[in-house]
């Protein structure tokens, strides 16, 4: 059974810090490419920063360029977000996404998309 896990959302001030965690687990993590998603009220779901199976490759929104970074620890199945000089703009429910295993679809076979049951970000002014 898959399962995504996210943790570390909260309350800060603007100016502040949050490290968001997602625990994975029941699929082959390292093949999956692992993204983070916010939704704000209103607005539609948008990506925030992606990373590579590998952890190699990463990209990033522009809003949060210089700001996030995403990273991943493949012997933990788990991948983390780390947000520095928060807005009150990155307040949103914040989502962990797996889509892989990357590459199937070349042979013939299905990608998948999970995605975790979100965490709330507030970032006061």
């Not at 992606?50 to 990463?58: E, L, V």
């Not at 679809?105 to 995605?115: A, F, L, V």
């Amino acid at each position: 059974q898959v399962q995504l896990v996210e943790s570390g959302g909260g309350l800060v001030q603007a100016g502040g810090s949050l490290r968001l965690s997602c625990a994975a687990s029941g699929f082959t993590f390292s093949r999956y490419r692992m993204s983070w998603y916010r939704q704000a009220p209103g607005k539609e779901r948008e990506l925030v920063a992606a990373i590579s199976g590998g952890g190699g490759g990463r990209n990033y929104a522009d809003s949060v360029k210089g700001r996030f970074t995403i990273s991943r620890d493949n012997a933990k199945n788990t991948v983390y977000l780390q947000m520095n000089s928060l807005k009150p703009e990155d307040t949103a429910v914040h989502y962990c996404n797996a889509h892989g295993p990357v590459g199937s679809r070349n042979y013939g076979m299905n990608e998948y998309d999970y995605w975790g049951q979100g965490t709330q970000v507030t970032v006061s002014s």
